[in-house]
């Protein structure tokens, strides 16, 4: 096993419940949240996610870098985050999947990427959301893509309206950050609230996604949701 894979393999996954602590951080969960407020806090977490392979072994530089391996279990960057933000939260988890399956090779992922985009193109999702309008928080994920969203995300950003709702980016990235993806998302959705202090997290830090995302939420997440009317 190369160090690359070591270092990208973690022995346990915690699952995070309300009071519980990461790293010395203390988290306010939804039931938290909903004892503070006097109000229930419906959370869903939505996220797209492309692993390049589901092998944990003898894999390739591209292949470890779009992947995390939790107990012999090969997650996508993504969603792995999307994970402990549902597990921290108590909320909800949807993912984002096409109609038609991407490509797992990363030369013709990266290229079929760029086409669409280049084509401003709309993939088919498979399935729906049950009830959107039960949720008024939601977590939306993906990894960036030639500094963009995967196209995919503008098909679901335009399949639903999520007005009058909290919508918290996040997102795994090569070194872009959120690029313009936020303000992207603000226009695609004008009637809910984009927070944009979201997560982003470089793909040669996943290691530091639990600690991470426990410390973001701590910070940010209870104190934006809790200004909401």
Avoid at 36 to 63: A, C, W
Avoid at 187 to 214: C, F, H, W
Wanted: charged fraction near 20%.
């Amino acid at each position: 096993m190369s160090n690359q894979i070591v270092r990208r393999t973690f022995l346990k996954y915690c699952v995070l419940m309300t009071g519980s602590v990461v790293s010395g951080t203390y988290l306010l969960s939804s039931a938290s949240y909903a004892a503070q407020s006097g109000k229930p806090l419906r959370i869903l977490v939505v996220y797209f996610s492309m692993p390049e392979t589901d092998n944990p072994h003898n894999m390739s530089r591209e292949e470890e870098n779009s992947t995390v391996v939790i107990n012999g279990k090969v997650l996508g960057n993504t969603q792995y985050v999307a994970q402990l933000i549902q597990e921290m939260t108590g909320g909800d988890i949807f993912r984002i999947l096409p109609q038609k399956p991407y490509p797992t090779a990363h030369r013709t992922l990266v290229d079929l990427a760029k086409e669409e985009q280049d084509q401003d193109a709309r993939p088919a999702i498979q399935g729906k959301i049950e009830s959107p309008e039960a949720y008024d928080t939601i977590f939306i994920g993906y990894p960036n893509w030639w500094g963009d969203m995967p196209m995919i995300l503008y098909t679901f950003l335009e399949q639903y309206d999520f007005s009058g709702k909290t919508i918290i980016p996040f997102c795994t990235h090569g070194g872009s950050g959120f690029s313009r993806t936020i303000r992207t998302m603000q226009d695609k959705q004008p009637g809910a609230t984009v927070i944009r202090n979201g997560y982003s997290l470089s793909r040669s830090r996943m290691e530091r996604a639990p600690s991470g995302v426990a410390e973001w939420l701590k910070a940010n997440w209870t104190e934006k949701i809790r200004k909401k009317p």
